[in-house]
């Protein structure tokens, strides 16, 4: 593996984010799978790294950032990402799935994420489907999922993570939904460094089993981080509003909504929800 840290720490933390120190708070046993890990001081987005990442089979690319300066959240937002403070990382990895199996993959990293931070000390962090990290309706973290089609039944596939750890004041005021950060969450929260270790240690088989299974093999643990289950809302797909119940996910990862006898599914990217 290829270890690569910014040479130049402008970075006011007291916690900087070094690749050495990813590493070797990795298990042994996933050290192998790792093509390049590399950390930034300074770049647009992770996830143009990842995207242009050519890792070898059963590899991964992991490429983070002090800071990102064009910083993507999901739908053409943008990510807000503050130097030396929070956590922006991109995973890229080749899946021979075609696209379309690929749907589920975005609650997955989900559920790699909440078993993290929850093995961090984190037990209220919850999913809102289909990949909010959230604590008490408030949002820790997101997941940007980005595909490059290599043929018609592989991509490339670059995961991108933000969470939150320590927003400053000023950042926060440039965030235009409730949000939160682990500092408000852990008394004392662990290093970036170990964070990021433990999001990869789980991550990285949780891909595995997704590319072998499907979604079908993670619904248990969906439910069990479920933010939305047996919660009334209302979804905007968009001119048309449709309410009801959340009632879990589906094989695939769609939400399923309940209203009466009458259920529908909703698939990744048509829709928002909210709690009504
Ligand atoms: C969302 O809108 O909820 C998704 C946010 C994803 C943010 C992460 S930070 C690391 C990676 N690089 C980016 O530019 N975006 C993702």
Redesign the pocket.
Known sequence: MTLVSAAIDYSPSADPLSAEAIQSALPGSLKARFHCLQVHSEIP???LHALAATPGSGTCAVFL?ER?T??????G?R?V?PAGCNL???VARRFDLPPAQLAGLSLVAGIAIAEALHAAGAGNVKLKWP??VMVDGR?L????IQLRPLSSDASLVAI???INVRMPVEAAAQIDQPWCDLAAVLAAPPSRNVIAASVLSHLLPACEAFEAGGMAVFQGRWDALDALLGQRVRILDGAREVQGVAAGVTETGALRVRDGEREQVFHGGEVSVRAS
């Open positions: 987005s992770t996830q950032a990102q064009q910083g993507q959240g999901r739908q937002r990510w990402s922006y990382l991109s990949n909010d949002k973290g997101g997941i940007l991108g993570i933000g």
